[in-house]
């Protein structure tokens, strides 16, 4: 169990060091949730302020945050697609490691690659006007959801990003999420949504994530919203957890 560790570990910080000098991860990560979060703020803040009574920053950063999350598995799917192609793979898998090192360690890497884009979207719109009325508790529990969302959100990733049509299959998946982006609830509340549609919106994991972490700014529910994260990333993870490691086997020993 140690030496699974130990290599897991070691597996964490070959990919942390990595992703930095690789655009897509980079741009996914970090560029692309910063220049959001400004485009929403400059563009749409006064007006979604107005519509729903409340400063609209408090949905922005949450949703900015779980969003950034996301498409940063997205471009670390692509990233372990070129590794597949590249051989990469196939060369670790030989070397006298334990064979599930190499997916817990991308794991843990996706948790630690989450957790420091969060800490980047949440310091800017903390200079945009966002305040944590909960107190640090609050700032650390914002800071945990999307790191509690990722890795049941990346093992569908790690699922697709192993497989033949890998690139393709991923790029869809950000093309989902983009439109998630535009129904949730921190885009605006709830109940600003048709009827039928409001149930999908307050139901859907980016909403329970965003939920959760409005709760430990401005204040609200925070148990309820923070199980059904909890709930989603278990739920991905069951569904998609055995499928991963026989794909990553698969391509491993391909």
């Not at 800490?119 to 909960?134: D, Y």
């Not at 709830?190 to 307050?202: A, I, T």
């Not at 989603?232 to 026989?246: D, E, I, Q």
Request: with cysteine; hydrophobic share 50%; aromatic share 10%.
């Amino acid at each position: 169990m140690k030496t699974l560790i130990d290599q897991s570990f070691v597996e964490t910080g070959r990919l942390l060091r990595r992703w930095p000098r690789e655009q897509e991860v980079l741009t996914s990560t970090v560029i692309l949730p910063v220049l959001l979060l400004l485009m929403y703020q400059l563009v749409l803040h006064k007006f979604l302020s107005a519509s729903s009574g409340v400063d609209a920053i408090y949905g922005f950063v949450p949703m900015i945050a779980v969003t950034g999350a996301m498409y940063g598995a997205m471009g670390t799917g692509l990233s372990l697609y070129a590794e597949r192609e590249s051989g990469l793979l196939r060369r670790i898998w030989v070397l006298p490691v334990h064979r599930a090192a190499g997916l817990i360690g991308r794991l843990l890497a996706e948790c630690g690659r989450t957790l420091i884009a969060t800490i980047i979207v949440v310091a800017l719109g903390i200079a945009l006007g966002l305040r944590f009325e909960q107190g640090w508790l609050g700032v650390l529990g914002a800071l945990a959801v999307p790191v509690l969302l990722i890795p049941g959100f990346a093992t569908m990733v790690i699922t697709v990003g192993v497989s033949k049509a890998g690139d393709k299959v991923v790029q869809l998946f950000s093309a989902l999420v983009l439109l998630g982006m535009f129904f949730n609830s921190g885009f605006v509340p709830v109940q600003n949504y048709p009827g039928w549609l409001q149930p999908v919106v307050r139901v859907q994991p980016m909403s329970c994530a965003i939920e959760a972490m409005r709760g430990c700014t401005i204040g609200g529910p925070i148990a309820t919203p923070l199980l059904q994260t909890l709930a989603w990333s278990v739920g991905f993870a069951s569904v998609f957890g055995a499928f991963a490691v026989r794909g990553y086997r698969k391509a491993a020993e391909g």
